[in-house]
DNA sequence: TATATAATTGTAGCATGCTACATATTTAGT
DNA sequence: ACTAAATATGTAGCATGCTACAATTATATA
C-alpha cells in the first residue's frame, strides 16, 4: 500500500488544493479561505448574536486560531467586536457594512467551487460520498 | 446550504482531526505526522536516490515547505543530505539507522489509524469512495 | 566559447493550525 | 460572603503551508 492510495493522503491532497485554488480567487477580495468561511458564518447566523466561542465550536479549532483570524478580518475592518455587557468576558463579533458587502460577491464563487469539485459524479454518488465522508470522520474523531 | 455539510468543509474537518490524532500518536517518536510521511517515503524508496524535489513532487508542496522539515529531520538525526556528485545543485536525502528503527514502529499506527478510518464501510463503500474522492481530487486540479 | 535560460536549493516573511501559560469574569460550594 | 472552579479571551512560541526574491549549477543557444 503505496501513500498515495491511503485514504488520509488523498484527502490531505483535496484539502490543500481547495486552499490553494480558494485562496488565489480570494485574494482579489484580500481575504483568505479561512477568513471568507468566518464571515459566511456571520452572514449566516446574523439573526444570532456570535462570540469567538461560538466560532471555536463551529469550526472546531482552538482558540488561538480563531483570536488570529479575527484580528486580521478586524484590521481589515470586515468585522467589529464588542465586549458583552452581560458577561463581560465574551466578545461578541459583527460584520460590517463592508463585511456583508463582500459575502455577495463571494457567494458566487463558493457555489461554483463546490459544484465544480463533484461534477462527474451522480447524485447517487454524491450521496454516498457525503455519507461515507461522515462515518470517516465519526470513526477518526473516536481514535 | 450550511457550511457543514460541504464537501470541502468536511474534508478540512477530517483532515485536521487525522492530524491532530496521528500527531498525539507521533508524539512519543518526537515526530510530526508530516515529518514521518517523509520518513515512509523514503523507507518506501530506499532503493533508488531521493532528492529534495523528488518529495516537492511527491507530496505536492512547494520546496520551502520541504526544506522546512528536512531540517527538522536532520536535526533530531532521522535523515541526512549530501551534494550529488554529478550535479551539485541536487541533494540527496538518505534515512539514518535511527530513522530506519522508527519506521518499525511507526508502521503499526500508520495501518492502524488507517483502517479505523474506514471500519464500519463495506468494501464496496470503501472502493466506491476511493474513486470519488480521486475523481474530486482530479476536479478541483482543473479549476 | 560565451551568454542566456532552466533547474535546484536557500532565505525571509506571512497565515493558520497547535500547546502552554496568563488574565479576567462568572458561577458554584461552603 | 468568600473562596475555588469553570469559562472566555489573550499572548508566546512552534510546525507546516504559501509567495517572492536570491544564489548556484547545468544546459542550451548564438
Redesign the pocket.
Known amino acids: 500500500m503505496q501513500q498515495h492510495d491511503d485514504i488520509g493522503f488523498i484527502i ?1 491532497l483535496i484539502n ?1 488544493c481547495i486552499e ?1 485554488k480558494a485562496n488565489q480567487t480570494l485574494k482579489q477580495f484580500d481575504l ?4 471568507a468561511r468566518i464571515l459566511f458564518y456571520l452572514h449566516d447566523h446574523n439573526e444570532a448574536t456570535t ?3 461560538d466560532l ?1 465550536d463551529f ?7 480563531i ?4 484580528n ?1 478580518l478586524e484590521g481589515k475592518c470586515f468585522i467589529r ?1 464588542e465586549t ?1 455587557s ?7 463579533i459583527f460584520l460590517t457594512d463592508k463585511g456583508i458587502n463582500l459575502f455577495c460577491s463571494m457567494e458566487h464563487f463558493r457555489k461554483t467551487i463546490e459544484q465544480k469539485m463533484i461534477q462527474d459524479l451522480t447524485n447517487d454518488q454524491i450521496r454516498e460520498l457525503h455519507t461515507s465522508l461522515k462515518t470517516v470522520y465519526k470513526n477518526i474523531q473516536e481514535i
Open positions: 490531505k490543500e490553494k483568505t479561505l479561512s477568513q462570540s469567538q466561542k471555536e469550526f472546531e479549532v482552538t482558540h488561538p486560531t483570536i488570529g483570524i479575527l486580521r467586536s458583552n452581560k458577561d463581560k468576558r465574551v466578545k461578541n
